[in-house]
């Protein structure tokens, strides 16, 4: 059964830094970009970053440039954003999702396979 967990949410001071988790298992992680997305209450669910399958390719929106950075280990099943200067705006619940398209995408409909979600809040 194809299965994503994110973690390594929490609370965090305005400056601050956090790394989120994302364990894929159930499935051969090699062959999916993954992306991050984000949702805050009463929001859109927004595209945060992606990575190819190879992860030599790398898409953010552009609130986070420069400040978040995406990551995979394939032989770890995992898939990391490691977010820093991290911002009162980018409090939001954060999902790791698995697309069967074979590019990356900001569109939570093109993926398939979602996480259940890890917190991020950020306080002022």
């Known amino acids: 059964q194809l299965q994503l967990v994110e973690s390594g949410g929490g609370l965090v001071q305005r400056g601050g830094s956090l790394r989120l988790s994302c364990a894929a298992s159930g499935f051969t992680l090699d062959y999916y970009p993954i992306g991050w997305f984000r949702q805050a209450p009463g929001k859109e669910r927004e595209g945060v970053s992606c990575i190819s399958s190879s992860g030599g390719s790398t898409t953010y929106v552009d609130s986070v440039k420069g400040r978040f950075t995406i990551s995979r280990d394939n032989a770890r099943r995992t898939i990391y954003l490691q977010m820093n200067s991290l911002k009162p705006e980018d409090t939001a619940v954060y999902y790791c999702?698995?697309?069967?398209?074979?590019?990356?995408?900001?569109?939570?409909?093109?993926?398939?396979?979602w996480g259940q979600g890890t917190q991020v809040t950020v306080s002022s």
């Open positions: 999702a698995a697309t069967t398209y074979s590019f990356c995408s900001g569109q939570p409909s093109f993926f398939d396979y």
